[in-house]
């Protein structure tokens, strides 16, 4: 709703009916900004995917402006090459991102931007990459390398959700193809950054797309024991983001040997439990039938006697706990569980 600016010949009376106005929009626009910051500031971190942030400001010829007379100072804001503001870019829709919308915001990625606003432009970039015909349009501006050389920010979060948006990206089979060369990196900041922390759970997730088909699995060969390790230390979280990749790799019998000559922790075998995570237990189950599966096409024989502490000895060594402890899991209350045991067990 748009109000007229009051004529220059008003009396007194009008003059103090604008000043009123103006302390009651005022008040009301405080309130306003305090509610709107109360519902929208918290709850969203952690989450996998955060929605882009929204700034709100004030605008020459707002209902303010109109009302007081009185110019408003206006919020420094970046401008795009053209002549778009930054805040503008990061508070559209990601299904209404256009081509050149993708550039504006890739440009917005280079060192001399700061901290906050590289974040903001890799989370929507990030969610507009959730749409496939987005995936394409960044992959041929260029935009997989732009976001991959940000693994090395020092930054956490610019390294959190630049993995985030490559997680999107690496969904276009397409992609992969490209990002495949970052694979290597990733599986270094999973091995070294903080255990649970959201950096190890992005690089994960992206590793996972990564692994869904047979093409780049090889990458991950060397890291199969840093993955078991993980498996044995982390939160819920990371062990199932654990599994989907190990999941991935035991369905190619070309990585069976692989994983079964794999140094293994021994405590592994602890997971085959009923307390264990429902989720986490059927997909270590799952894993394991996925083993079974070729085993009798592997060598497994002569893999124990290579190793003992080899992931084939932890599991199927003859003094291996699995054997005792996999039976027991007959009796858990879920059907899918049972179903996976018995898999096993015949």
């Not at 709850?43 to 007081?68: C, F, Y």
């Not at 024991?225 to 190619?252: E, H, P």
């Amino acid at each position: 709703m748009f109000i007229n600016n009051m004529g220059d010949d008003e009396g007194a009376a009008s003059k103090l009916f604008n000043t009123k106005v103006l302390l009651g929009l005022v008040a009301g626009a405080g309130f306003s900004y305090g509610l709107y910051k109360l519902i929208f500031s918290g709850g969203n971190h952690g989450t996998k995917r955060e929605d882009a942030a929204w700034n709100i400001s004030m605008q020459p010829g707002s209902l303010l402006e109109r009302v007081s007379g009185l110019p408003l100072v206006q919020e420094k804001c970046d401008l795009t090459p053209n002549g778009s503001s930054t805040d503008e870019l990061l508070s559209k829709s990601p299904d209404s991102l256009e081509p050149h919308h993708l550039e504006m915001l890739l440009s917005l990625l280079q060192p001399n931007h700061d901290t906050s606003a590289r974040i903001q432009v890799l989370v929507t970039l990030s969610n507009s990459a959730a749409f496939s015909v987005n995936q394409d349009y960044i992959r041929k501006m260029g935009g997989l390398q732009v976001i991959g050389n940000l693994l090395s920010d020092p930054a956490f979060d610019v390294r959190v959700q630049a993995l985030n948006a490559l997680n999107n990206l690496s969904m276009n089979v397409t992609n992969q193809e490209q990002l495949k060369v970052y694979a290597g990196q990733v599986l270094g900041i999973i091995e070294t950054s903080p255990l649970n922390s959201d950096l190890q759970l992005a690089g994960l997730r992206m590793l996972t797309n990564m692994s869904v088909t047979n093409n780049y699995q090889y990458i991950m060969k060397s890291s199969i024991t840093l993955f078991l390790s993980l498996l044995v230390v982390g939160n819920v979280a990371l062990q199932i983001q654990v599994l989907k990749i190990l999941v991935n790799l035991s369905a190619n019998p070309d990585m069976v040997e692989d994983i079964l000559r794999s140094q293994a922790p021994v405590s592994l075998v602890l997971l085959f439990d009923c307390c264990t995570n429902t989720e986490v237990l059927l997909r270590v189950l799952t894993f394991v039938g996925n083993l079974k599966d070729w085993t009798t096409s592997t060598h497994v024989t002569d893999i124990l006697k290579l190793s003992k502490d080899s992931l084939c000895s932890v599991l199927y060594g003859d003094s291996s706990e699995f054997h005792q402890r996999l039976p027991l899991l007959l009796s858990h209350p879920d059907g899918q569980v049972k179903k996976q045991v018995a898999k096993i067990m015949t």
